[in-house]
């Protein structure tokens, strides 16, 4: 797509197969909006039929995502290469200067599995230069500490809200569109109580409206199809063997993504009129550049024509992210919630309807009701993005976007509309905590952190000890070789940077996982001895 042109031999052209004949696409064709496709069965039983293609059309799906998506140009899989840049770099960072929704990436590991679907899937995390990095608190202990990390939370939240989405509508509101609230049944808001109701203690709990599911295209023409042959239409295991996968969502090319379509795309609630040529859309010189843009009628495009057709794009791009989203990423806890749990009978049970399982991915909130806890099914709503200062979910110093609804999950636009299944995105760069709020110092210390005695741990007597003459000198911490020289932190600004090492590295337990962390916090300014050894 990103090299599609006005050529004559375009892949994407759907006037191929006749060139002298301006009729509409061809149904069933590849670039078509509704490709022909077969049941869900019947495509199981081709992909099981044929490993060697099984196997070459994961490795296009991976190359295209981590390379147009991710921005990742230098990419393998074992021995296989699935990107190269063009030229060799030294740089040693993966990622291009293509726009994408991961810019800055160093690195991506990706394990895979299969689970037991029939398809192997990669778990990926990868590491960026942006964010909280040493470079970043060398220099912004040079400049200000302060204002360097309320600039650095500023940018980082600003740019989670345009790359990870927990909210299907959030895109729209985004570009100005209005759509319908997210689905929300009866028997998902009876299992979070998010029904507005009061509870013990007076307190009223948060109301999320009910909404009716998304109905996929292919269902929705075989129930009113049904109707029309006066039967019952074919649902489930029916659906699966016999229903054809035209027209739904994961399996179409919606028009507004299709560069033949410009200047026709309508409402989004409206079918398209049928495509045109590539070179009927461009006029070209003699050397084959393009010169002007034209419009279905054949006249030149103007500013007003191309602003008229981005808000009709938008308005088909934001209702083609909330159709794939709400389809996509519905969680229902299942047993794949619980199967790290050792006791594997109590947990089976707490997934029934009418209980609330301890989900390993965290659909399930804690509420105090007359001083005691209760844990209720479930995300915490979140009305404005903000930064988390507490690690009750394990989500300190993280991003929180905008949620809606409890029982969504988290993705990213362009991966729905792009990828068109199931894609797990997170922003997990961390956010340096604000300095707290300027209290007097001690007496005995100083506005800079080297002026400050450490004195050392004590330890119970066991004999008498001999008189001492004198006092004990403090002992001094040592400059770190990343602390700039002439710099000086105030008081809140060191309590600051004692406590930015949770955005540099998890929260580890050294006992458990013998792994000493005391050389690198020493080298981060942080006194080893604060941090405690019980998890």
Known sequence: ?????????????????????????????????????????????????????????????????????????????????????????????????????????????????????????????????????????????????????????????????????????????????????????????????????????????????????????????????????????????????????????????????????????????????????????????????????????????????VAVDAKQWASHFAQDVFNNHCTNHEHNCTETCIKYVKKKLEAKQSLRSNKVPSCRFWFFRVVTIKEKRRRRRGKPLVREPYIADTDDRNQEFRCQVRREQPFRSTTSDVAQVTDSCNVDYQFLSCAPPLPPDDKEPPRDSAASPLAQPVVAARCRLRKKTPVLRGGRKPVLKKRPSWFPGSASLSHKEQACSDSNYGTFFPRIDPASTRIDLRPTLERLWIDPRTISDRP
């Not at 990742?72 to 990107?83: D, Y």
């Not at 609630?269 to 279905?296: A, H, Y």
């Open 1 to 305: 797509m990103l090299h599609d042109g006005p050529s004559k031999d375009s892949h994407l052209d759907s006037h191929l197969a006749a060139p002298q004949q301006k009729q509409p696409p061809l149904r069933g064709y590849l670039a078509s909006s509704e490709p022909r496709m077969p049941s869900l069965r019947r495509m199981h039983e081709i992909v099981a039929a044929d490993p060697r293609a099984q196997a070459k059309f994961f490795l296009l799906m991976s190359e295209l995502h981590y390379r147009f998506i991710l921005g990742v140009e230098r990419l393998h899989i074992g021995r296989t290469t699935l990107a190269r840049p063009m030229r060799p770099v030294q740089d040693e960072v993966a990622s291009s200067l293509q726009p994408c929704i991961a810019p800055g990436t160093t690195d991506v590991q990706a394990p895979l599995e299969a689970q037991g679907r029939g398809f192997t899937h990669a778990h990926a995390k990868g590491h960026s230069v942006i964010g909280a990095t040493l470079k970043w608190l060398r220099n912004a202990v040079t400049s200000g500490l302060t204002t360097a990390v309320r600039n650095l939370r500023e940018a980082l939240l600003g740019m989670a809200v345009t790359v990870q989405y927990d909210a299907a509508r959030e895109p729209a509101r985004q570009l100005g569109v209005e759509l319908r609230p997210e689905p929300f049944n009866e028997r998902q808001q009876r299992q979070s109580r998010m029904d507005g109701g009061e509870e013990e203690d007076g307190t009223e709990r948060e109301h999320v409206e009910l909404a009716p599911p998304v109905e996929q295209p292919h269902l929705e023409r075989e129930r009113q199809l049904a109707a029309a042959e006066s039967r019952l239409p074919r649902l489930g295991s029916a659906a699966y063997r016999e229903v054809p996968l035209t027209g739904a969502f994961q399996s179409s090319f919606p028009a507004y993504r299709q560069r033949s379509h410009f200047g026709d795309l309508g409402d989004a609630s409206e079918p398209c009129l049928p495509s045109r040529r590539l070179e009927d859309i461009f006029t070209l010189d003699d050397e084959g550049q393009i010169v002007d843009v034209l419009l279905p009628d054949g006249t030149t495009s103007s500013e007003d024509a």
